[in-house]
């Protein structure tokens, strides 16, 4: 039995693609991504599976920086759920929930349903918490305060909370990609449907010349390499020093996408690869009301 660390406690959106993916595995919840990762450099975990982007709120910076700047671990698979957002109240204020206080939930959460929160709870401060489901735990542990949690169903059960308006986040399409990262480079499979191969590289450009971001993304065009997405992040060496990560839609292969890191090289970049890997779906049953 492995033991998979991951954004806790028990019922996050992380906990559900976990159980899916991993359901003989042992959990191991943690209070942050960061504490994660570091459990499994650690080896107080084999694996850590940490939300890396969400369709509505984009990229979860504290998994990116982490994995460049601390953690030296490997992307082995990635796991794509679903995200519907409840509003959850205690039983004892379900009658006046519109009377909430505060709204608690995790950053991304509360982005997402932003349209709702200013329709509905137009100057009711929101309070940011480590995960939805440590917001929901929060208001079932404070019964004496009327104020709501925005989470999953999961979380409304595991907490005894009751859902007083679903689906609340701003748009229908709304899924968050998680990575699981390992130690080593042994390659995971599920046996869940498949979103595709991906390889997933850091880039950094030499300083002050003009053009090779358009010769580094020339290297992917000419050998009609995909590519699924790029982004760039601070070095934290002083403004205007970057990364860039560059996800290449297929897995590594022998020929082209090393002839891609290799001709990168020769512009005098330097090409870091995180991993090479497969998507898979999760959580399809579990996130609905
Ligand atoms: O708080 C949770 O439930 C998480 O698993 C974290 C997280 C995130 O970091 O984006 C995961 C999915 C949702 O997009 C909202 C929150």
Request: include cysteine; hydrophobic fraction near 40%; glycine fraction near 6%.
């Amino acid at each position: 039995m492995r033991k998979i660390a991951f954004l806790g406690p028990a019922a996050t959106f992380t906990d559900i693609a976990v159980s899916d993916a991993f359901p003989e595995d042992e959990r191991i919840p943690c209070v942050t991504i960061p504490e994660c990762m570091d459990f499994v450099l650690e080896e107080k975990a084999d694996l850590a599976v940490v939300p890396i982007e969400n369709a509505l709120e984009g990229t979860v910076n504290m998994t990116i920086d982490h994995l460049f700047h601390e953690a030296n671990l490997t992307i082995v698979g990635e796991l794509t759920a679903p995200i519907q957002q409840h509003l959850l109240v205690h039983p004892d204020h379900a009658e006046h929930w519109k009377d909430a206080v505060r709204i608690l939930s995790h950053p991304h959460a509360i982005a997402q349903c932003h349209k709702f929160l200013s329709s509905e709870f137009y100057g009711v401060p929101s309070q940011q918490m480590t995960s939805t489901a440590a917001a929901a735990k929060y208001v079932s542990e404070h019964p004496e305060q009327c104020i709501a949690a925005i989470a999953n169903s999961l979380s409304a059960k595991e907490y005894g909370l009751v859902t007083v308006q679903a689906d609340i986040h701003d748009f229908n399409f709304n899924h968050t990609r998680f990575l699981v990262l390992s130690k080593t480079h042994e390659e995971l499979t599920f046996p869940l449907p498949k979103t595709g191969g991906k390889t997933t590289i850091v880039v950094t450009l030499p300083t002050d010349r003009p053009g090779t971001l358009h010769q580094v993304l020339a290297t992917f065009a000419w050998r009609n390499l995909n590519l699924g997405k790029i982004e760039s992040r601070p070095l934290k060496t002083g403004l205007g020093n970057y990364f860039f990560i560059i996800d290449v839609a297929q897995r590594i292969d022998d020929v082209l996408v090393p002839g891609a890191f290799a001709e990168m090289e020769a512009l005098g970049c330097t090409v870091q690869v995180l991993g090479s890997y497969y998507g898979y779906e999760v959580g399809q049953a579990k996130n609905k009301v």
